[in-house]
């Protein structure tokens, strides 16, 4: 079983920054490319920011230079630092982590987390 808890969202104005955190735990003896999307309310889930084991990133335009997506491959953790937030930010963002459980097998698997709010007041 594998889990995948996000925190650190929360309530910030406009031009202020967010930390978000992810943990992974469990049966895991390997994770590929780790993720955090964000769904806003009536509107589909998309990708934010992406970053494989090997520390390749890729961001959607909406947040390249404003955003920046980090991982620690030995905690099994991944953080994203929000700086010059604006209201179209707001959202609840979810941790995605693409896992192999067990070792000796090449299967993957996908996980997500629970979500977590932010906010962005004007």
């Known amino acids: 079983q594998v889990h995948v808890v996000e925190s650190g969202g929360g309530l910030v104005q406009a031009g202020g920054s967010l930390r978000l955190s992810c943990a992974a735990s469990?049966?895991?003896?390997?994770?590929?490319?780790m993720g955090w999307y964000r769904q806003a309310p009536g509107k589909q889930r998309q990708l934010v920011a992406s970053i494989t084991s090997e520390g390749s990133t890729n961001y959607a335009d909406s947040v390249k230079e404003r955003f920046t997506i980090s991982r620690d491959n030995a905690k099994n953790t991944m953080a994203l630092q929000m700086n010059s937030l604006v209201p179209e930010d707001t959202a609840v963002y979810y941790c995605?982590?693409?896992?192999?459980?067990?070792?000796?097998?090449?299967?993957?698997?996908?996980?997500w987390g629970q979500g977590t709010q932010v906010t962005v007041s004007s």
């Open positions: 469990g049966s895991i003896a390997g994770i590929n490319t």
């Open positions: 995605h982590a693409r896992v192999r459980p067990f070792y000796g097998s090449r299967n993957e698997y996908n996980y």
